[in-house]
């Protein structure tokens, strides 16, 4: 593989951001210097969960309607929000998050839920609700935007005379926190790619109790991962592989779970295939996780098994790792089948995501082998207990990595067939 040194990749990179530059539309102002792109739209969403059906006013008089998402689009700020001619807000400076909450819209902090104008507006926005079922999404009734004809101001002392008011306090505050909540939590994910993100931003879908006992299982499965990694990497610390997983990627595939985990899941109790429930996962910081302690026996018992062999020597520790992977994909391309048939696609682009890192995974494991001698790498554990770890048509990238700036630190490509 051809190394570029730190000057040529500086040219190189120059030279690109030019040609981007001149693409995009920028160009040499009279004077020779290079005019600064300006964005040729404002995009968001409006949330408590997504508003759908709310009307928009942008900076330039445009109209729109906010669709399933709550998404909008604007020429330019500011962005009027309103339900007919009820104006419920307006926004200058567009969030960095782009989520635009009734916090917001009254220019409070977003973290003060109980304030009681937020309130009042998340309970009349919560009673407008077509359905009734809050947490996929708020329909805005059209009757009740009819109605709204008076062109004033939100106050929240006056909701009972914009619609019949079906929303109390403690549960408008309550979804208004999960939401703020996941948001949150969404925000601080670093880790997670841009595009798991964008997937989970939109209305839930309806899981029904395999697909939610796949959000456990997968949790507690990227969970094991991480754990054994990091390990057996106490016992073989030449096998580089280990540790780079662990805290280039594993990380980041925990957090995805727990998004998910976080958007769909309000009690421990809604999975049916856990043995302790205690674990507070959608919670807890990835370090101050219990390590080796799983609440589904079934993964307890493997971490055990797997730590077991892999501590026995280098090679085991990276068959340890074949297995692990093989494994993953398994379970993985049965989900995401699962996803796919709810048409839960928040869900499937999390766990495509999970997969191609763990393709990209086992192609390290797989290097590490083969740069012990073994020259069939992976391929050499065979079938062990009816599973095969052979797998030749894993697909790879072309610097080993996972498609998400996370890679396993190796920059191999196996090109063996």
Known sequence: MKILSFNSLIVTSSIAAS?????????DSTDGTINPIVPTSITGQLVD??????????????????DMDGRFTCPSLPVTFQLGALKLGKISTMPTDAQIFPQDLLGVDRADVNNSSVVAMARFLQSCDDDGVKENGLKIRQEIKDSLTADVEFDENDIDSYTTITVDDDAAVEHLTQTTEFVAALNAATLVPAAVKEAMLTTNSTLDQTLKNTLSFMGNEERLAYDVYNKLYETSPSVTQLTNIATKSEIAHIQAVQLLVKKYITSYDEFTNTDLNELGYKDTQVADMQAGTYDISELQNLYYALVAKGATSDRDALEVGCMVEVTDINDLDRDVALAQAANATDVATTFEFLRTASYAHYWAFDSGLVAMGETTGCCSLGIIDGVNYCHPEYPQNENGSDNAGLGDGTGVRRGRQ
């Open 19 to 27: 040609i981007l530059l001149s693409a995009c539309g920028s160009g």
């Open 49 to 66: 969960s997504y508003v759908q059906n709310a009307d928009y006013v942008c900076g330039d008089g445009t109209l729109g309607l906010t």
